[in-house]
């Protein structure tokens, strides 16, 4: 995978894919010389691949192609655990970077939103063997539909995220202003029918932070309440 500033994010669905049924696979067996021939071509219609079973091994090689150190983000959406393995040429153990849905966001590699990202810091030019142990439960709300995922260098990718977080807040704003404005006349009038508008607006920002990927990821960094897992 050869990585390149651009505009928009690379789509990769090139790698080599391994499934593992029963999740028994180590990382020290994967990247074993008798595990090799075991990983294939992705498959072009992946519908059955990905019914048959829940945890997947992905294997691939990155590179930087640009003259200077850049920061790239890798995007595999909906995955619920994710263990992100890489080295370089010369090095023999691999680096451990973690993320996922239902891993707490403050052990992730890169926690944005409710996003399933790895960062990883490449020299100009470098070349890393990758492995990455890919993990879904079905009984959560979202569900991985193939093996493929993206990358984009992480100026690109931090730009694009603060706009949609400015925009969340514009309407998180709003919410607010409306939402004490109306408390405010209910303290004078006592019109019970206003709380019924407070609990109204309380659920509109409630919905735009929840769905913006922002509520459970700020809830995990307070360590009075219990750990919610996004």
């Known amino acids: 995978l050869n990585l390149v500033k651009q505009e928009e994010g690379i789509q990769f669905n090139g790698a080599l894919f391994l499934s593992d049924p029963k999740g028994e696979f180590s990382i020290d067996e994967v990247t074993s010389d008798s595990f090799s021939a075991r990983f294939l071509t992705i498959p072009m219609d992946q519908e059955e691949l990905m019914n048959s079973s829940n945890v ?3 294997k691939f090689t990155i590179q930087n192609l640009e003259e200077t150190d850049l920061d790239w983000v890798f995007d595999f959406k909906y995955w619920s655990y994710l263990d992100f393995y890489s080295r370089k040429e010369d090095q023999l153990q691999f680096e451990k970077q973690i993320s996922g849905n239902l891993t707490p966001v403050r052990v992730r590699s890169y926690p944005r ?3 399933v990202l790895i960062i990883k810091h490449l020299k100009a ?3 890393r063997l ?3 142990r890919l993990e879904v439960n079905r ?3 979202y569900i991985p539909t193939d093996l493929s995922f993206s990358v984009e260098e992480r100026t690109a990718f931090d730009n694009y995220e603060s706009h949609l977080r400015q925009f969340t807040s514009i309407f998180m704003a709003i919410y607010a202003v409306m939402f004490f404005y ?3 006349i ?3 009038s006592k019109d019970n029918s206003y709380l019924y508008y407070l609990g109204y607006l309380l659920s509109f920002m409630y919905l735009t932070a929840s769905y913006g990927g922002y509520l459970f ?3 995990d960094y307070l360590d009075f309440l219990p750990k919610i897992k996004t």
């Open 182 to 184: 109306n408390l405010f």
């Open 113 to 115: 939103q409710n996003n």
């Open 186 to 188: 209910y303290f004078f």
């Open 125 to 127: 030019k470098e070349l």
């Open 217 to 219: 990821s700020f809830f």
């Open 139 to 141: 009984n959560y709300e």
């Open 56 to 58: 997947f091994w992905l």
């Open 130 to 132: 990758v492995f990455v």
